[in-house]
């Protein structure tokens, strides 16, 4: 799985590291049951502190992304993948909609007539 | 928190594999011997020799059973097992560069293998990633995205090397 994250950027790197994570299961390149990376070796590689991939863990684990156990690291959770997958691809939506100059209430609207 | 002085945008790569046969090996050995072991009438030798080869496949399950690569700006690490042991580094200075091989079935060793010319960790054929060292060497490595593996070493070589 790829992570980038891009340290000159205003978007805190928990964030950016979290997202890395919720692409990598809506792309199917982490699936259910799948551990990842220890903290500490995470964080040197991606030249981060570790407490700074363990807040990005902790903030899937909250969104139910995640599991921790003892022993096991984090995993990816089965409950995690699909609704993953839906705010990536929700992510990708609002994206476009702002690109063709579609604003929040154009989108729901259309949302709306589309459902 | 970002460690001082960097800037820019950092790409890694990471990937795990599970090196089923060794562990279904493993698992194979390890049932006669426990069985062996526990007779009631075996002497203190074949206790001892029982006690070795319980070990030995103990350790071989252990340090084998799966492969974790981590790739980027700062090297290549591979990290063999569950334990923090057996683990290697191989500094960006190191890796000439990074490529995907078409493994044909006949190389794959299902496990680590080390030759003096060659390090090999492989447990499937087809797409597989190979490091091509600085000294002549090249490491076959198995990994689920080599394409992606490859990218992320070749790609940080630049900024890496000013």
Redesign the interface.
């Known amino acids: 799985m790829r992570w980038t994250v891009d340290h000159s950027s205003q978007e805190p790197l928990q964030h950016q590291i979290a997202g890395c994570i919720r692409r990598g299961v809506a792309s199917g390149e982490l699936t259910t049951g799948e551990q990842l990376p220890p903290s500490a070796e995470l964080g040197v590689a991606l030249s981060v502190d570790r407490n700074t991939v363990l807040a990005a863990y902790r903030q899937l684990r909250d969104e139910g992304l995640l599991e921790f156990r003892r022993g096991r690291g984090a995993r990816v959770t089965s409950a995690g993948a699909p609704l993953a997958s839906v705010t990536e691809a929700a992510h990708a939506l609002i994206d476009t909609a702002r690109a063709q100059g579609l604003g929040r209430t154009d989108l729901i609207r259309l949302i709306e007539e589309l459902t | 928190?970002?460690?001082p002085g960097?800037?820019?945008?950092?790409?890694?790569?990471?990937?795990?594999v599970t090196n089923w046969p060794a562990v279904t090996l493993s698992a194979v050995l390890l049932l006669p011997l426990l069985a062996l072991g526990g007779g009631s009438n075996q002497n203190w030798r074949d206790l001892a020799l029982i006690l070795v080869c319980v070990a030995g496949v103990a350790m071989y399950a252990v340090t084998g059973s799966s492969l974790?690569i981590?790739a980027?700006?700062?090297g290549v690490?591979l990290?063999s097992g569950i334990l923090p042991w057996p683990r290697h580094t191989y500094h960006p200075d190191r890796i000439q560069r990074a490529e995907v091989i078409d493994l044909h079935p006949l190389f794959v060793t299902f496990g680590f293998w080390w030759t003096p010319r060659r390090t090999s960790y492989t447990l499937r054929s087809g797409p597989t990633l190979r490091l091509l060292l600085t000294n002549g060497r090249t490491v076959t490595l198995t990994t689920?995205?080599p394409h992606?593996a490859a990218?992320?070493i070749n790609d940080a070589k630049p900024s890496t090397r000013g």
């Open positions: 928190m970002t460690a960097l800037s820019g945008r950092h790409s890694i790569y990471t990937g795990r974790r981590m980027g700006p700062n690490s990290h689920p995205h992606a990218s992320a």
